[in-house]
């Protein structure tokens, strides 16, 4: 199966949606719950971006796979689960893992395979740009989206040496226009979460790494967004994996009240053009 591209995407009979699915770590359970309301709403997502945890979540739904399939495939996750002990002297842990994850549901894919257009963000650790993967290994590219720097190793792609792309672009809005979208939908979750207190070093990465994607998620949403939708995780924190069930009941909430809202910045579009 090919891509899908703006350009043979052929005469238009509806806006194109495009949705954002922003970083959080173990918050990101909260974007099954989001899609699932859009789906049984009927709302279809026509392009797709990920950065981080939403880089999984965006990779599967590009791939097809249905949000009931996704709960089936990533509720079992904890931490041990999508860790390995590394033998880089550049991170503690590697995530190798999650690129299996991808590899035993898709099998060795390629983003350009994806059914709708897919954009995967993350950093170059060498010159601190960001780095939009619009092709090329799909495991790979969500691994290094998920490469928290310092905890786990970067991931080589091509010539680059990439890393989590929340440092650069949280919810990476700007790919979504690049790729065709009309209507845009940023999907974060939290800007100020209490953070926790520091008391190894590893609290002290986590801590400047969450400082950072802060800031970069503020940038990412002046990047022109019709809504944005941020469940209520003001009492989730992003390590706890046992928060799973109850953050994906937040995100669909979030996403049920965003439904109407879609809808309108969808009709809206349509009137305007």
Known sequence: MTAV????AGP??????????????????????ILQALHEAGIEIHVISGTSAGALVAALHAFGVSPDRMHELLIPLTWRKVSRFSASSLGLLSNESIGDILDDELGPRHIEDAQI??????????????????EGPLADAVRASTAIPGIYAPVRVGDRVL????????????????LGADVVVAATLGEAL????????????TNAFLIAVYSATRLD?????????????????????????????????????????????????????
Request: hydrophobic share 45%; glycine share 10%; proline share 6%.
């Open 5 to 8: 591209s703006t350009a043979d």
């Open 12 to 33: 238009r009979t509806a806006p194109r949606l495009g949705v954002a699915l922003g970083g959080g770590a173990v918050l990101g359970f909260s974007h099954l719950g």
């Open 117 to 134: 257009p897919l954009a995967i963000i993350t950093a170059d650790v060498h010159s601190g740009e960001i780095v939009v993967l619009k």
């Open 163 to 178: 890393v989590d792309g929340g440092i650069v672009a949280n919810v990476p809005v700007r790919p979504l226009h690049e």
């Open 194 to 205: 209490p953070f926790q207190p520091v008391r190894t070093l590893v609290g002290v990465l």
């Open 221 to 273: 949403l002046m990047e022109g967004v019709d809504l944005v939708i941020t469940p209520d995780l003001q009492v989730y924190n992003h390590w706890d994996v046992r928060q799973r069930d109850e953050l994906i009941a937040k995100g669909r909430l979030a996403g049920e009240a965003a439904v109407p809202q879609i809808r309108n910045a969808l009709d809206s579009f349509s009137r305007s053009v």
